[in-house]
């Protein structure tokens, strides 16, 4: 079984900045991608940046600058830095990972129960 815990979300205001963290932990082989998506109400879910095995990163384009995805492989840990918030980028955001499983040597991703992200004054 694999699961995904992340912490760190909270209200911060706007400009502020603001840390999540993700530990992957359970029957994992190999962690092949790792990341955040979010959504903010009433909208779909969104890819805000992820990191593959090798360091290599994506971001959406309207946050590159502003936010940034790593990763602590040694611990399974993938982490987002926000920077100079708006009040947009309030929503639940979600870690996920692309991994192999032990047991099963199946391959898909898995995702954690979201943390919630508030900015505002």
């Known amino acids: 079984q694999v699961q995904l815990v992340e912490s760190g979300g909270g209200l911060v205001q706007p400009g502020g900045s603001l840390r999540l963290s993700c530990v992957v932990s359970?029957?994992?082989?190999?962690?092949?991608?790792m990341g955040w998506y979010r959504q903010a109400p009433g909208k779909q879910r969104e890819l805000v940046g992820r990191?593959?095995?090798?360091?290599?990163?994506i971001y959406a384009d309207s946050l590159k600058g502003r936010f940034t995805v790593s990763r602590d492989s040694a611990k399974n840990t993938v982490f987002l830095q926000m920077n100079s918030l708006k009040p947009e980028d309030t929503a639940d955001y979600y870690c996920y990972s692309d991994l192999s499983d032990s047991v099963t040597s199946a391959r898909r991703d898995y995702w954690g129960q979201g943390t919630q992200v508030t900015v505002s004054s």
């Open positions: 359970g029957t994992i082989f190999k962690i092949y991608v």
């Open positions: 990191i593959d095995s090798g360091g290599s990163t």
